[in-house]
């Protein structure tokens, strides 16, 4: 046997586009073409140094020792099929696998085999590595894709200029990036694959002791049903979640919908991955109701239990099979001891841990200072205590045999904070994990390195459900916990704060940034503030989060507000004119102008009886706005006239923002156009000055349809760009489907067909994820629009633009 390439390697994968078509096509003529196919690819890879590692049925996995060797061979391959019957689908991808026994092991086999998955036949793709090894000659850039491994998006290539449909790969989702990749399985895997497939099959659980990978299967397979779900797979994670009656609510929030889960989800075809449903059984009533209203949605559970509901299918997650778990066991101990190798006691410690494969995480974490015989002598007389039962209860003590074992092997300290980091939901920030728990960096890292913590990209840290379980308890035990949560909200509260997204703070610049990844602790803070009976605390941290709420949710916040309000009974002055002022603008930005308003002017007045000038001019301002829109021009003209003046001498840019928006709109109305677009722009720059993003955006998106509408699309993409980015950044969903909508005429307008059905693409994308709000009322009028004099042209890139990532659209954006 040819020796394989070390060191530096490429790997090319192959199979066959539509084979079982091809066997009925081609009947027993099949039989020769497929020996052909075999013989031209095999004297392709050979004259190119290609090492075959392995050939199953109709694929080819080969290894190069050189990129550019690969490349060519891939090229020659597909060029000598042509001319027949079977066409090919190759992916490439460099990396550093490890060679043992039984040949490559590491994660860039699969990731060569997901590349080569992603194509269609003729079609050769390549991933980066490749490319920056081989250089760029032949290669075609497609852009940023995230392939069903639920890897992080990646640059990917293509060999040649052939046109073909859009990649298989993963676009209309949120499904998280794994810390490791996906092992073993694929029995499991097909299986769950095929009870997803059946259109019986609407509410598929799967059930399995904590710890028994059912999160894990269920995403893996969640990813690879994708192309089933035109409008995506959502994962839905419940754990931060304390009430049944929030799960609705939060799988809408999945969503990025604000109001409800069945609006948000209407008719569309999509699959929604509810995790972690144990602790709120008592929601899954709602799951019957939202089948029916749904027709076209499925949903797919991990549960410790089944649901009990009409019509649910139940998949038993099994452990893993002994091979399985020597793999899974070997691979999580090489990384933390890349040397190790697999000895006679694995077997029997497998066999020990029940072949659980968060069990086997943790003992291989061990590793480093244990081997596998001595971790099977230790924690063997744990498990030996283990008795009777039925085998989920023996698997589930199991593993917490394990997980005791593991606390019981910390120091004093580190199961201290171990038990303290429970306290956050949706894991936490080195500085939070020092400030509310007082945390040691060494002992926290000391706590990832041993699998009870782990370590997110962006820098948080957080606990596998089954394992935050168990450090609840350890803090429920130690005394702590009532402190331990008080300092929680104190500090989310002071953090919330630091962001400015309350009225009073916008002239100090806002950062939205700063609660946008800490949005579990928050609602978790707010929530335990609230059954505490410490209202005052929770509407603090409630009304610190006002423009948060204005630009991501509205409709809640308007619910945490009023509820706050009405349990709190009698408010401080000051907090009841601050509560009444959020409650106006919340109700006022979801479309209820009447009650709104109503609310704003009770703020006014008192806020007048506090003596507070400034807040009352917002107010002024804020009644402007409803009398521009109801046409009272002269009251709105007055309003921000008084509203101007109190802000300039207070020294308000954001006010005077305001004000000025307020006459541009007026403006408008008039048809002063050109007065219109200045004012507008005026508003926009003193907006600038302190950070008042949410209002920027939406004077950007005012001077990019002046410009529209004055002739001008050169100058209005410039505006329309400027506002998209900052949009997104802040998240503010219906902002940037409308300007997506105005880019999209702009380009239209230019005679760039395919860029306007690009973006007008990526706004259809958005609406995929369910309603935006006002905009679904308004969608013809911006539809108009867009006149596209090359209709082919612009199908074409609107296919293309419901791909786009939003990096990808934001390039887009820019001419």
Request: charge should be negative; aromatic fraction near 6%.
């Amino acid at each position: 046997m040819t020796e394989l390439p070390t060191g530096t390697v490429t790997f090319l994968f192959t199979d066959i586009e539509g084979s079982t078509r091809l066997l009925h096509e081609l009947g027993e003529a099949y039989a020769d073409a497929l020996a052909e196919h075999r013989r031209v690819l095999r004297e392709a890879f050979a004259r190119h140094g290609g090492v075959e590692v392995d050939t199953q049925g109709d694929a080819f996995f080969v290894a190069f020792a050189r990129a550019k060797d690969a490349l060519a061979a891939a090229a020659e391959g597909q060029e000598a099929l042509d001319p027949g019957p079977i066409r090919v689908r190759m992916g490439l991808h460099t990396g550093e696998p490890l060679v043992t026994e039984e040949g490559y092991v590491g994660i860039d086999v699969h990731r060569a085999a997901r590349i080569a998955a992603a194509g269609h036949g003729g079609q050769t793709v390549v991933s980066q590595t490749t490319y920056d090894l081989a250089g760029s000659d032949g290669l075609r850039n497609l852009g940023e894709h995230r392939l069903k491994d639920l890897s992080a998006p990646e640059r990917v290539y293509q060999l040649g200029d052939g046109e073909f449909p859009p990649l298989k790969t993963l676009y209309q989702t949120n499904l998280p990036v794994p810390a490791t990749p996906f092992l073993g399985r694929e029995r499991e895997l097909g299986e769950v694959g095929e009870a997803l497939a059946r259109s019986d099959v609407r509410l598929l659980t799967l059930t399995g002791a904590g710890g028994s990978g059912k999160t894990r299967l269920a995403l893996q397979a969640a990813a690879e049903a994708a192309d089933d779900y035109p409008q995506g797979v959502w994962w839905v994670p419940l754990a931060p979640i304390r009430n049944p009656r929030d799960v609705l609510a939060t799988a809408a929030r999945a969503l990025g919908a604000g109001g409800s889960l069945e609006e948000a989800v209407g008719d569309r075809r999509l699959l929604l991955l509810l995790d972690n449903f144990e602790h709120v059984i008592e929601a899954a009533p709602e799951l019957t109701a939202l089948r029916t209203k749904c027709p076209n949605l499925d949903l797919t559970v991990t549960s410790r239990e089944r649901l009990q509901l009409d019509g649910e299918h139940v998949y038993p997650v099994p452990v893993l099979d002994r091979s399985e778990a020597r793999v899974l066991f070997a691979a999580r101990a090489r990384a933390v001891k890349p040397e190790f190798e697999p000895d006679e006691s694995l077997d029997e410690l497998c066999a020990r841990l029940d072949d659980l494969p968060l069990a086997l995480e943790l003992a291989a974490a061990r590793t480093t200072i244990l081997s596998t015989e001595q971790l099977l002598n230790r924690l063997g007389a744990r498990l030996d205590l283990l008795k009777g039962g039925r085998d989920a209860d023996v698997r589930q003590q199991t593993l917490r045999a394990t997980i005791e074992w593991s606390h019981d092997l910390l120091d004093p300290g580190e199961q201290r904070l171990l038990a303290r980091l429970a306290v956050f939901r949706g894991g936490c920030t080195l500085e939070a994990a020092e400030a509310i728990c007082d945390a040691d960096i060494d002992q926290l890292q000391s706590l990832v390195d041993k699998s009870l913590v782990r370590l997110r990209d962006a820098g948080r840290f957080w606990m596998l459900e089954t394992i935050r379980e168990f450090a609840s308890e350890r803090l429920a035990e130690s005394g702590e916990e009532e402190d331990l949560r008080r300092r929680h909200a104190e500090f989310f509260l002071r953090l919330a704060e630091s962001a400015n997204l309350r009225t009073e703070a916008i002239d100090l610049g806002q950062q939205h940034e700063v609660v946008l990844p800490e949005q579990d602790n928050l609602r978790a803070a707010i929530d335990w503030a609230t059954e505490s009976g410490d209202f005052m605390l929770a509407l603090s941290i409630t009304l610190a989060l006002d423009s948060f709420w204005v630009a991501n949710n509205p409709q809640e916040g308007a619910r945490r507000v009023a509820s706050l309000v009405q349990a709190a009974g009698k408010l401080p002055p000051e907090l009841r004119a601050r509560a009444l002022r959020a409650l106006g603008g919340l109700r006022y930005i979801a479309g209820d102008f009447e009650r709104g308003t109503a609310l704003h002017e009770e703020s006014l007045e008192a806020f007048r009886e506090l003596g507070d000038e400034l807040a009352a001019a917002h107010l002024l301002h804020r009644l402007a706005v409803e009398a521009a829109r109801s046409g009272d021009h002269a009251r709105a003209r007055a309003l921000s006239d008084e509203s101007l003046s109190v802000h300039r001498r207070h020294g308000s840019p954001s006010g005077e923002a305001m004000a000025l928006g307020v006459l541009a709109d007026l403006a408008a109305k008039e048809q002063r156009r050109e007065e219109a677009l200045e004012l507008s722009l005026q508003s926009v720059s003193l907006a600038g000055e302190v950070g008042f993003t949410w209002w920027q955006v939406h004077y950007l998106y005012f001077a990019c349809e002046m410009c529209l509408d004055l002739g001008r699309p050169g100058e209005a993409e410039r505006w329309g760009r400027e506002g998209l980015q900052l949009a997104v950044q802040i998240g503010d969903r219906q902002m940037t489907v409308y300007l997506l909508a105005l880019l999209s005429a702009a380009a239209a307008a230019q005679g760039e067909e395919e860029r306007a059905g690009v973006l007008w693409g990526a706004l259809e994308r958005e609406e995929l994820r369910g309603p935006v709000g006002q905009w679904e009322a308004e969608r013809d009028a911006y539809w108009s629009r867009v006149e596209a004099s090359d209709s082919e042209q612009f199908e074409l890139g609107r296919a293309r633009g419901l791909q786009l990532s939003p990096d990808e659209t934001m390039r887009e954006a820019a001419p």
